[in-house]
């Protein structure tokens, strides 16, 4: 397989189309619930199932979902859409069609800034619609049968389509990054992508450096992982460009991702617009979005993650770094406010929130929101570093009981009786048994060797189990060494 210069070669053009799954409790056309993982076939009705005779009614609140996504998007919000018929067969569509937008979608234009490597690029949307899910066909263990599950049949999706804009698998796993983020900020989608609520479909193509002409393209089906979206595409591009190195040519095909192989594999050859012979759908009356409605949905936008990051650097003096990672998510956004609000410092606050909060909640695999640990029980802890009660590393121990128990940082440290030691007499009597037992070290130091000071200070640590003040250590050895 040929890598390196080849992108060099050819330019790659890349568009994506998210489905995002609406945070709505009810169905797009009927009222059967929503709710992940639940026995096959136990939310439906003869709505979503496509018994002959039933009629949809619109989901009003998945009607203003995808109207605040589009406003936060930047779209121009269409006073006058309605809902179309594309018709296709599959065993998980049991209407055979699938009640979509085609000709006037309620949501088009709009844009999203990236910012990869340090550069800045828009990324411009061409549409937002709404349409409702397919069932799920189930292969697994069912030998030379196939199962089909409608639980998810008639679920509300957002489908968000992306310009040709994006040129590198990085930037299109970005692109999916920054929508998921809007999305979750906006409270319309959980984005939990390993359950489906979050799917994207990629079109890749490639065409000779310096030619405006699109080159063929294939398109890789519901990837549901930023990793998959970057090896998907890794992949596909570096089998175009063999193909075409070798004097073949690329057919227009729907290819899925094999998370095993590390592949794309053929799925189907690629449909057109007109083969899914799309008319308008007859059940449903126009939508109408007037000015008053869109802008008192307008007015329910919160502060975006753009917006938040810029206001993170100009108010709290954050690096951009700290202010990118704290604003990614709208939960963490807050909790690292509300501990400021208590009066930490704000930079105190990110470290600990980047370093030790992090961290213990990828390993317990928790949010945020639901940790036992508060922004108070932060603050309490910061205080006792800053007025020398703890040491810092002391602190790093107290900070996971705290997590682990929801215990304040006074009453772990009064339990483990961790209060610093700071008395000067207490610690120049530890320093010296300490250099008394190091004879060598203490020669080595006197030569010039001062790097040996992180050597006795750690001894004296172990002997005071981690209780002594790091800085009137440093200053008794440098005394009592010379």
Known sequence: ????????????????????????????????????????????????????????????????FTIKTGVALGCKISPFSRFARKNYFYPDLPKGYQISQYELPICEGGFVMLNVDGAERRINLT????????????HEGAGSFSY???????????????????????????????????????????????????????????RPQGVKELGVKTEIKNIN????????????????????????????????????????????????????????EPDLVPLIADKDMIERIRKQIPELPDEKIQRFISEYKLPAYDADLLAAE????????????????PKDVSNWMMGELMRLLNEKGIAIEASVLRPAHLNGLIKLVSDGTINLKTAKTVFEDMFNTGKTAEEVVKEKGLVQISDVGELEKTVEVVITENPNETARYKAGETKLTGFFVGEVMKKTKGKANPKAVNEILRRLLG
């Open 127 to 138: 549409r937002i619609h709404m349409e409702e899910d397919a069932g799920k066909n189930i």
């Open 225 to 280: 992982s930023f990793k998959f979206i970057e090896k998907a595409l890794e992949y596909e591009i570096q089998r175009q460009t063999r193909v075409l190195n070798e004097g073949g040519r690329i057919i227009q095909e729907t290819r899925l991702w094999n998370t095993t192989a590390g592949i794309t594999e053929s799925m189907r050859s690629k449909e057109e617009a007109h083969d899914y012979r799309y008319f308008p």
């Open 1 to 64: 397989m040929k890598t390196g210069s080849d992108y060099e070669t050819y330019e790659t053009v890349i568009g994506l189309e998210i489905h995002a799954q609406m945070k709505t409790s009810s169905k797009m056309f009927c009222g059967c619930p929503t709710t992940f993982g639940e026995e096959p076939n136990t939310q439906t009705c003869p709505v979503c199932i496509g018994m002959p005779g039933v009629l949809p009614v619109i989901n009003k609140l998945a009607l203003e």
């Open 330 to 345: 709208r939960h963490t956004a807050a909790w690292f406010e509300e501990t400021v609000s208590l009066g930490a410092n």
């Open 148 to 206: 089909v599950d409608l639980n998810r049949a008639g679920v509300p999706l957002m489908e968000i389509v992306s310009e040709p804009d994006i040129k590198t698998p990085k930037e299109a796993a970005a692109y999916v990054r920054k929508i998921r983020t809007v999305l979750r900020y906006l409270d319309v989608c959980d984005g939990n992508m390993d359950e489906g609520s979050l799917r994207c479909d990629a079109n890749v193509s490639l």
